[in-house]
């Protein structure tokens, strides 16, 4: 998924929220329960990730130059989001040598 799709998503569910709030009259406190998930999602996909994610790299490293662009732009530390972006990248390029 893109990070493209994911906003879109999170914005389609904040609106539904804002129109259950209005709905139920409770628009404050539905404005802060969405606040506190952007928050919380956002945190999520800025962690760094866990050292056995570091093995998982440093296999992928080497063996395509696209994804070794997106190593060495997101080291020394990698987030959760940039995992996912080097992962799909390794996938879609070993795919496409598999066709060859």
Do not use: C, R
């Amino acid at each position: 998924m893109s990070l493209t799709l994911l906003i879109g998503i999170g914005i389609f569910i904040t609106i539904i929220f804002h129109f259950i709030g209005v709905y139920a009259g409770a628009k404050k406190l539905v404005w802060i329960a969405i606040v506190l998930l952007w928050a919380a999602a956002i945190s999520f996909a800025t962690n760094e990730v866990k050292p056995k994610a570091y093995e998982d790299i440093k296999a992928m490293k080497g063996e395509f130059k696209e994804t070794d662009k997106l190593i060495e732009e997101a080291m020394p530390t990698i987030s959760l989001y940039e995992l996912v972006a080097i992962k799909n990248s390794y996938i879609k390029n070993k795919k496409a040598k598999e066709q060859e």
